[in-house]
């Protein structure tokens, strides 16, 4: 079985050169824009944009938004023959509606945004990646459950770490008015619940190091008032960066931790940084005892080739 599958995969590799990938770049994309020296001048084949599902937020015709409680609607676009189970939770709906309101005005006066469009996916160009292009998904209902990916910010204007976030949404604010009280620009944005590292006493006795530790930050949302929550903001989609492999904490008591597995290419150096360790001195006597040679053969040879030799003369 493992041969037929070593076999497989040389022949997608083989397949990927007739279609004029490189010979030894099969992880590298298809088109290896990564591999110019200048790719700020690189024409990229797509820019960022949305895909799937998409949802209309607007104003309720004829309804005074002062004297009205919820003066906005919304109407889902799709073909999807589930379509009415398509709602974003809660948390998100409110999000949404506060955010139209506050910007249905310029912060001087001139008329603002009147509709704000959500969508459910993002597709980004990336050379390093297989058909060089990354979807990430935020849709609250697909197959049947909902499909919300992780990624990593860029949220620091230093050299810090980046963020990991849980995207709840997409929304197309290039009707952004400007100016406006927050300073925001009109563009891509995502609605994004963040987590943070857990640093839990508790958390340092998992043996793995392949994943991280997190937890999202359970707190009373400054920027969308609806209550206790998990922490979210509207964050510029330029500021992802990559996608993050995330699971659920199973075996932890907190619903709000999550396990964020390490990127591969990173566990190279892992492996590099533990051969190191004081924690492998425990293989060195074993590595020593099957190098030193005992009658011109190894210890574990001779042993073992002893009882062979017995067992074929028994059987002739």
């Known amino acids: 079985m493992a041969k037929k599958i070593h076999d497989r995969e040389i022949i997608d590799m083989a397949m990927e050169e007739l279609e004029g990938r490189p010979r030894w770049y099969y992880l590298l994309g298809q088109d290896h824009y990564d591999r110019l020296e200048d790719e700020e001048n690189v024409l990229k084949p797509f820019d960022t944009h949305f895909t799937g599902v998409r949802t209309r937020y607007f104003f309720k015709a004829g309804v005074d938004p002062a ?110 008015p400007v100016p406006n009280a927050d300073r925001l620009i009109p563009g891509m944005y995502a609605i994004v619940e963040y987590a943070t590292p857990n640093t839990h006493p508790s958390e340092g006795t998992k043996k793995s190091t392949l994943f991280r530790p997190y937890i999202k930050t359970d707190t009373i949302a400054q920027e969308f008032a609806g209550g206790q929550h998990s922490q979210s903001r509207l964050v510029p989609l330029d500021r992802l960066v990559a996608p993050a492999c995330v699971i659920p904490d199973l075996g932890n008591d907190n619903q709000r931790a999550y396990l964020r597995m390490l990127p591969r290419h990173t566990w190279a150096d892992m492996f590099n940084d533990w051969l190191g360790e004081t924690d492998t001195r425990m293989f060195e006597p074993l590595m020593q005892r099957k190098a030193a040679p005992i009658g011109g053969r190894r210890q574990e040879t001779k042993k073992w080739g002893g009882r062979g030799r017995k067992k074929a003369r028994k059987g002739g």
């Open 67 to 176: 004297n009205d409680p919820n003066p906005i609607s919304f109407k889902v676009f799709s073909n999807m023959k589930m379509k009415h189970k398509y709602r974003y939770d809660a948390i998100t709906h409110e999000a949404i509606c506060e955010l139209l309101q506050n910007y249905s005005v310029a912060s001087d006066g001139s008329k603002g945004m009147n509709l704000v469009d959500c969508y459910s996916e993002c597709k980004v160009w990336n050379p390093c990646v297989e058909k060089s292009r990354i979807i990430y998904r935020a849709s609250p209902y697909m197959d049947g459950r909902p499909w919300f990916d992780w990624g990593m910010f860029d949220l620091a204007e230093d050299d810090s770490d980046c963020v990991l976030g849980h995207i709840k949404c997409f929304l197309d604010l290039n009707k952004l």
